[in-house]
Every structure is written in structure tokens, then in C-alpha cells.
């Protein structure tokens, strides 16, 4: 999470959002026209940023992808009653579906994606604490599809894709 708290436009989300789900590390890769993804994280209530879950996300991606990097992710849940639909409504996983434009190298990296959880501006850097996310405003009030917000950032890694993709999230609540 001290990835995304580093960046002064997300605050607005910690602020006003109900909780989230960060994921520090999540591993991804493929090679032609098949890749994965996958990785576990922690379930926040916010502000108070208190531990009360965990998550694991699992994700299979098809179309040009070659190679592998490292990336953290953060979904903010804008009300109470989103944060309880992806907790609780869980017994199957929840799925969702994306398409994803990205190049890495090493840490530099430049991205943008379009999900069911909401699209995500580009976002260009050379180092995960140097990239500035995009998709927000810092001086406007959050921004949320469907109660949800979802950012990420390169870690590192030598990947090019092209894909479209489906996530799938098993929660287990403290």
C-alpha cells in the first residue's frame, strides 16, 4: 500500500473511500497469445486502514503478450455497500474483463487499460516510485465505475502486450 500512498493524487481516495484492496506484488506473464497473472493482497477498511480481509487474484489474458513483470494494484470501494458486494459476494469469485495496452522495461514502463471496473488514463515512468498514476485529478473529487476505482503500477519487468483479459478475486474476510 505505501506504493499508492506515496502518490498525492490518490488522496482523495483515501479520504473518501469506503475500503480497499491493495495488492503489493502481483506477478504476471506470458508468452504469443497466452499469459497470467496472479498475486494476494490485503482488504482495507479506510481511512483508518485497517486490515479486516484477504484477497488472491488470479487473471488469464489472451492476444500478443511476451514476457513478465511485477506490478501493485489498489481498487478503492466508493460506499460501504461496494465494498460488501466484492467481499461478500464471493462464494464464486468475482470476474472481470479488460484489454490492456502496455510496454515495460525494467521499471520504466507506459500503460492503459479499459475494464468492467473502470477505465485507466496513461500512465508513464521510469521508476515505480516516479510513476505519476493517471485516471484522476487530485484537486477534483473522486471518480468511481460501478463503486470502484482500480490503479496500478509497474514494478518492473521486460513484457509487451496486447491483450484482452479476465480477473478473477477470491476474498476471505477476518
Not at 522495461?105 to 508513464?124: D, E, F, P
Not at 516510485?129 to 463503486?147: I, L, R, S
Request: proline share 2%; glycine share 14%; charged share 20%.
Amino acid at each position: 500500500m505505501d506504493t499508492f500512498k506515496k502518490q498525492e493524487i490518490l488522496k482523495p481516495y483515501f479520504e473518501n473511500s469506503y475500503g480497499c484492496a491493495a495488492f503489493s506484488s502481483v506477478a504476471k506473464g506470458g508468452i504469443f497469445f497466452v499469459g497470467g497473472a496472479y498475486g494476494k493482497g490485503s482488504v482495507y477498511k479506510l481511512p483508518e486502514e485497517e486490515v479486516v480481509g484477504t484477497v488472491e487474484l488470479i487473471q488469464a489474458s489472451g492476444g500478443f503478450v511476451l514476457g513478465g513483470e511485477v506490478y501493485a494494484e489498489i481498487i478503492f470501494f466508493q460506499t460501504e455497500a461496494d465494498f460488501t458486494r466484492f467481499t461478500e459476494g464471493n462464494t464464486e469469485g468475482n470476474f472481470e474483463f479488460g484489454a490492456d495496452a502496455k510496454v515495460v522495461a525494467l521499471t520504466a514502463a507506459a500503460s492503459t487499460k479499459a475494464t468492467t471496473m473502470g477505465n485507466q488514463g496513461i500512465q508513464v515512468g521510469m521508476t515505480a516510485d516516479g510513476t505519476q498514476v493517471g485516471g484522476a485529478n487530485k484537486d477534483a473529487a473522486p471518480e468511481y465505475t460501478k463503486g470502484m476505482k482500480v490503479f496500478t503500477v509497474s514494478l518492473g519487468g521486460l513484457m509487451y502486450q496486447a491483450t484482452i483479459s479476465g480477473q478473477k478475486f477470491n476474498v476471505s474476510m477476518s
